[in-house]
C-alpha cells in the first residue's frame, strides 16, 4: 500500500483562492484545519468573507505589481497596504488589530506586527 503524503496546514496560514465576493483569487487566510490538517475553512483578509475550502494544493505566488515599501516600525501602517519585510517577504496588511499592532499576511502565513513606534 502507498501512502500519499498530504500537507498539513495549520490556522494562520495562507492559502491562494478565488473570493466570490472580491472576484479575484487571493490569499487567504486558513481559519480552521481537520484533525488530519487538512484545511476546512478559509477567510478572506480583505472582505471578511468566510468560505469552505476543498483543494489543499499549494500554488505558487504570483508576482505582485506593487512591491511594497520595506517594513518600517515607526510607520503607520492601514489595511491593504502593502510591506517587504526582511525576513518575511512580502506582505500585505489585512487589518489594524490595536493602534499599535496590525495583521499582516504574508507569502506562507499571516502575522502580527507592530508598528506606529
Ligand atoms: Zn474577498
Known amino acids: 500500500m502507498e501512502k500519499i503524503e498530504k500537507p498539513s496546514f495549520s490556522v494562520g496560514e495562507r492559502v491562494e483562492k478565488l473570493c466570490a465576493a472580491c472576484d479575484e483569487e487571493r490569499g487567504h487566510v486558513v481559519i480552521s484545519v481537520t484533525k488530519r490538517g487538512q484545511i476546512s475553512r478559509v477567510s478572506c483578509p480583505k472582505c471578511g468573507t468566510s468560505s469552505t475550502f476543498k483543494s489543499a494544493k499549494r500554488t505558487p505566488q504570483r508576482p505582485s505589481s506593487q512591491p511594497g515599501t520595506p517594513y518600517d516600525r515607526t510607520r503607520t501602517y492601514r489595511t491593504g497596504q502593502t510591506m517587504l519585510h ?30 506606529a513606534q
Open 86 to 115: 526582511p525576513t518575511y517577504g512580502q506582505g500585505e496588511v489585512t487589518s489594524v488589530i490595536e493602534p499599535q499592532k496590525i495583521d499582516v499576511l504574508f507569502s506562507d502565513r499571516m502575522r502580527r506586527l507592530i508598528h
